[in-house]
């Protein structure tokens, strides 16, 4: 039987918490699902939306995590996963094995993704350059 103690029931709406301009990057918004509180730390899952046009890109980096995936839910996103461009549209999941080095440098103005990692508590490290990385595709300027 499976050990109850060690996690809680968590059930968020989507009203309960609100998009944050304080997360890992500040070219988008962040929205805690409660999946950390109720883990105990373990994986964290939140949403991650536009709110910025991209122009640097979140620069070469990897994580230090045991697991971590992005499924796209709306929009789109072009990474460098090593010297490598994938898009990555809306219904896509992406599996980013531990220790990638990665670079997400374009994303539509409507780019939403789910992203669910492990720890919670999940480190960032910048590392040098692979590789040059291609421009971001300009947003349209409002009328």
Known sequence: ML???TTKFSHVKPADTPWRSDGLRDFFLYKDLGVADATHGKVIAHLVK????PEKGTGWHRHEAEFQIVI???????????D???L???GDCVHQRPGIVHYLFDYSPDMEYLEIVSPAD????????????????PWEKAK
């Open 3 to 5: 050990d109850r103690t």
């Open 50 to 53: 536009a709110n910025m046009a």
């Open 72 to 82: 796209m839910t709306k929009g789109w996103a072009r990474f460098m996963y090593e």
């Open 84 to 86: 490598q461009v994938v």
């Open 88 to 90: 990555v549209e809306a």
């Open 122 to 137: 999940f480190k960032t490290v910048d590392v040098a350059p692979l590789c040059d990385i291609p421009a971001p595709t």
